[in-house]
């Protein structure tokens, strides 16, 4: 595949089963020394999904605890643009009604995800960015970018993998304009490919990534990325999601369980996970995007004092639209 924007020519292989993956590498290596290559990752949505309570006060705790002490009015975010990468969503929910809300599959149509509840993620996290009513989204002028990486087979289930997120990647490039921020509620292992070009895209929008729910030291890619700001949770007292992954490489939390939101048919649920603390941060990126080296400034500091492994920087609150 051309990848028109990023100047990049893509090939993606089938190896037989009985060849010895470690020794075709070193061979290829040997033989195209100019090639850059690596094995074709999977990533998965980072997200857990609880029954739906009963308590109207919780539904926006999440928003009051980033400084929305009301619902964002609906021209929150007017003029600015944002993308997500995640997996396919329902953008005809009445709760996108008026939103300036694209979707574009970046996955070939041979993997395309049809299960049911194959599109809950996304338009989960779609409805806390852009959502307007049922959901008070945290930015519902904006407009959102979303590009669909999720595929679906037997083996893997509902995933994403390192080609299809280049070519995601470089329809971003192609963006004008061009996003401020990104949202990535993803994870998996890290991609010397993936890594290049967020790198490069860098220079031009912020990345903010789910740091990942195996409640362990270290981040998952690409919240691991240097490029990426990896956000971890928090629940409504503000203290650490137990599942939420800590780490060096973890920047900031944010909320991120029991966070309502809808599925793909419309039906609001309570939603845990990083996945769902991302939307947070990269909405307050988004209202006002912070220079480099400004988070410890910007962040509320949770935790021991300064900067640690289990709340990063802290919370990071949204500029205000009223």
């Known amino acids: 595949q051309q990848l028109e924007h990023l100047q990049q020519v893509i090939s993606v292989y089938r190896i037989p089963p009985e060849v010895d993956l470690q ?15 690596e094995r074709n990752q999977r990533f998965r949505p980072l997200q857990q999904r609880l029954p739906e309570a009963a308590e109207e006060p919780l539904r926006r705790w999440g928003q009051r605890a980033v400084g929305q002490s009301q619902p964002a009015p609906p021209g ?35 993997f395309s995800a049809r299960s049911s509840g194959a599109a809950d993620h996304a338009t989960a996290v779609a409805a806390l960015l852009v959502g307007r009513g049922q959901v008070a989204g945290l930015v519902p002028g904006a407009r959102l970018h979303a590009l669909g990486v999720f595929g679906e087979d037997r083996e893997a289930g509902l995933h994403s993998r390192s080609d299809w997120l280049l070519v995601a990647l470089d329809q971003l490039a192609g963006l004008e304009p061009a ?25 031009r929008m912020t990345f903010v990534a789910a740091a990942g729910n195996d409640g362990r030291e270290g981040v998952r890619y690409p919240a691991a990325d240097p490029a990426v700001l990896a ?19 973890l920047d900031l939390v944010a909320p991120g369980e029991d966070i309502w939101t809808l599925d793909a048919s419309g039906q609001g649920f309570f939603a845990s996970g990083t996945s769902f603390a991302a939307p947070f941060v990269a909405a307050a990126v988004l209202l006002s995007p912070p220079a480099a080296g400004q988070l410890e400034r910007l962040a509320e500091d949770l935790g021991p004092a300064g900067r640690d492994d289990l709340y990063g920087w802290g919370l990071l609150r949204l500029a205000s639209c009223h």
């Open 23 to 37: 020794q075709l590498e070193q061979q290829l290596r040997r033989h195209f020394p100019d090639w850059q290559q």
């Open 76 to 110: 929150c975010g007017e003029g600015r643009v944002l993308a997500m990468l995640d997996g396919p969503l329902n953008s005809g929910l009445a709760v996108f009604s008026g939103a300036l809300l694209d979707y574009q599959s970046q996955v070939p149509s041979a």
């Open 179 to 203: 996003p401020t921020v990104v949202n990535l509620s993803f994870g998996g292992s890290g991609s010397p490919l993936l890594q290049r070009f967020l790198g490069q895209l860098s220079a």
């Open 231 to 249: 956000v971890g949770a928090v629940d409504v007292r503000l203290q650490r999601v137990r599942l939420s992954n800590s780490g060096k490489q």
